[in-house]
């Protein structure tokens, strides 16, 4: 399941704002175990100054450092979850998404050892958990929450999980993940910055 998978992910042409904006990056973290991948999602620290308490991705704003956008991702998956570059493969790009604070943001797929060691930083993160892919496959389609983004109402993708609630800019890139490497039929709304025009 998991090779296919990988397999278009590193032949997807991945959809991507012409306009720029401020960047960002995030690591979609999946396990790397043929028949039984899980995603790694992180709950954010309530201490924080935005998202906080939310189910995200390791991920965050690019520094005047990081040459690309994948060493970002790398970078803040270090930062929050101590997992070193050296121990994800990255496969690829996802198409990008505009958050509610205006960041472009880039996610990329990356493959680390099932057993690996993680060590959050509690500082800004309150817990991590696991969520099996074959959940997203088996449930279907998200649910949807309307929500209003400064006067726009927007159609925003969730799912429950043991507890967590999964939704928002996260969920829509699962939703992302789950058509180009899963091949699994995914109607969604259009997100917003879609009309911001595109490049291959």
Not at 17 to 28: C, F, M, P, T
Not at 82 to 103: P, R, W
Not at 142 to 151: A, F, I, N
């Amino acid at each position: 399941m998991l090779s296919q998978a990988i397999h278009r992910i590193q032949h997807h042409r991945p959809w991507s704002l012409r306009r720029k904006g401020r960047e960002a990056a995030v690591l979609i973290p999946i396990t790397h175990s043929e028949e039984h991948p899980e995603i790694i999602l992180t709950v954010r620290s309530s201490t924080l100054n935005t998202h906080q308490g939310e189910v995200c991705f390791p991920g965050g704003k690019r520094d005047p450092d990081d040459l690309q956008l994948k060493q970002t991702a790398l970078r803040e998956t270090e930062e929050e979850l101590g997992i070193q570059s050296k121990d994800i493969e990255l496969c690829g790009a996802l198409g990008q998404v505009v958050s509610k604070h205006h960041l472009h943001v880039t996610p990329w797929v990356g493959l680390i050892p099932p057993q690996l060691p993680l060590h959050p930083n509690p500082e800004e993160i309150a817990r991590v958990f696991n969520v099996p892919i074959r959940y997203f496959l088996e449930q279907g389609a998200p649910k949807l929450q309307r929500l209003s983004v400064e006067g726009q109402i927007w159609e925003l993708p969730y799912w429950d999980y043991q507890g967590e609630h999964i939704w928002g800019l996260t969920a829509y890139i699962i939703c992302e993940l789950l058509t180009v490497g899963f091949k699994m039929p995914m109607p969604m709304p259009t997100r917003p910055e879609r009309g911001m025009g595109s490049s291959a």
